[in-house]
């Protein structure tokens, strides 16, 4: 049913890498979010919450190079902790790579939805751009109604190994070897609901199934690959279904079991909030 619409969505999707650190500990995390891009002029539609990671990462990172500096001084690591708040799992470094989106820039710009979770990257200052096309919104919301199936694409298992942990320089850092990429990976749902409130009128979309970690930012699409809104959540409503010390047969041993049930429905921007925004900051964008 989406065949078609997963290829022509995953020319202009593409997945943020990311990899952090934790303190004391020189291991590295690998993780992932997701973009998609609305226009030839390099602007590109994610998720709030993943515009201000990015805006943070470099704060971040400056503070642990203060932090190195003064260790390396002679003072004390102790004074030094409480001083820049470095406690057990404090993050202290995170390097972000937007892969195959443009060939290089002096940095991005960025407009932040003040309300809802929603924001612009402008790349800036690129001369070529990795991807193929641009997305095309739905020109109306005929087509997003109660019912509907629409598909989601995003990046949620980041399995890319391209970095390493530089011991002499106490950094971590990118690497022009190992696995550069992450697979791509659509979830398909049905409209259940609409989100809305009297601040912002309807918004939002409801999916009958989870959008995955990773996925945030990406975009919900129909069958024929027109965007219909933006993944940004996922909501866990309890389902009352629940079983304790439930006493059942495993490999020819009876045990007890417990199970809470659960329901878990991804939450997307409507693609008519998400043309607003672009149109409140004058943003090209195509419909169709």
């Not at 972000?96 to 002096?106: A, K, L, P, Q, R």
């Not at 990429?181 to 601040?199: K, N, V, Y």
Request: hydrophobic share 35%.
């Amino acid at each position: 049913m989406f065949v078609k619409a997963i290829e022509r969505v995953s020319d202009f999707t593409r997945p943020i890498h990311s990899i952090l650190r934790i303190y004391p500990s020189n291991n590295i995390i690998p993780g992932a979010a997701t973009l998609f891009f609305v226009n030839e002029n390099g602007y590109a539609i994610t998720c709030k919450h993943v515009a201000e990671s990015l805006l943070h990462a470099e704060n971040i990172n400056q503070q642990y190079i203060q932090f190195r500096n003064e260790t390396k001084a002679g003072k004390n690591l102790q004074e030094l902790e409480a001083k820049y708040k470095y406690g057990q799992d404090h993050i202290i470094q995170i390097k972000n790579n937007f892969v195959d989106s443009i060939d290089s820039m002096t940095g991005f710009t960025t407009h932040i939805h003040p309300t809802l979770d929603l924001a612009i990257i402008k790349f800036n200052d690129f001369k070529k751009t990795y991807y193929k096309s641009y997305a095309h919104f739905a020109k109306n919301d005929e087509g997003i109604k109660q019912g509907k199936f629409l598909c989601r694409l995003g990046f949620p298992f980041p399995e890319f190994n391209n970095y390493r942990y530089n011991v002499s320089l106490d950094d971590i850092e990118w690497l022009n070897t190992g696995n550069t990429a992450s697979p791509r990976f659509p979830i398909e749902g049905m409209i259940t609901r609409f989100l809305g409130d009297a601040q912002h009128g309807l918004y939002g979309i409801e999916m009958s199934t989870p959008g995955l970690r990773g996925q945030s930012g990406g975009p919900l699409f129909n069958e024929k690959g027109t965007i219909c809104g933006m993944q940004f959540n996922t909501k866990h409503l309890h389902l009352g279904f629940d079983m304790e010390d439930k006493e059942i047969w495993i490999e020819n041993k009876q045990k007890k079991v417990s199970d809470y049930s659960f329901i878990h429905l991804g939450q997307c921007i409507h693609a008519n909030t998400i043309k607003a925004f672009l149109k409140q900051h004058q943003v090209k964008y195509y419909e169709e």
